[in-house]
């Protein structure tokens, strides 16, 4: 079961979200609610989208597709800079970044720590 946080920290103008696990659909879909109610009040553009995938697994082929959705999500909300954080895992970060470009997310930053 994924699970996510999300914290505006409009000071930093940051959307912190904390991603953990493996997401079903129904996880990814929750997701996506809450992601949105935290964007509403906000100017995408005038924000940076942090992400912590350290605690992220390797999304399975049935929920590539909510992935890919997202990031798309990400590049027409038109934030700043989209980061990615991820431990050292090189088959998610490849993951990610192949979602990214697909998306055409030019914005896209991944840091492997």
């Known amino acids: 079961m994924g699970k ?6 409009s000071a930093k103008k940051v959307i912190n979200i904390e991603l953990e696990g493996t997401f079903t659909e129904e996880d990814g879909l ?3 609610q ?13 924000y940076q989208l942090d992400i912590d995938c350290r605690k992220l697994n390797v999304t399975s082929p049935d929920v590539v597709p909510l992935l890919e ?8 909300d038109g934030f ?3 980061k990615l954080t991820l431990e050292n895992n090189p088959v998610l ?3 990610l970044a192949r979602l990214g470009r ?6 896209l ?3 492997s720590i």
């Open 80 to 82: 700043e800079r989209v």
């Open 4 to 9: 996510f946080i999300l914290n505006t920290d």
């Open 69 to 76: 959705g997202c990031f798309m999500m990400f590049k027409k």
């Open 109 to 111: 930053e991944i840091i």
């Open 93 to 95: 970060k490849m993951q």
């Open 102 to 107: 697909k998306a055409g997310l030019e914005n």
């Open 30 to 32: 929750k997701s996506i």
């Open 34 to 46: 809450a992601y949105q109610e935290t964007i509403n009040p906000i100017t995408p553009a005038d």
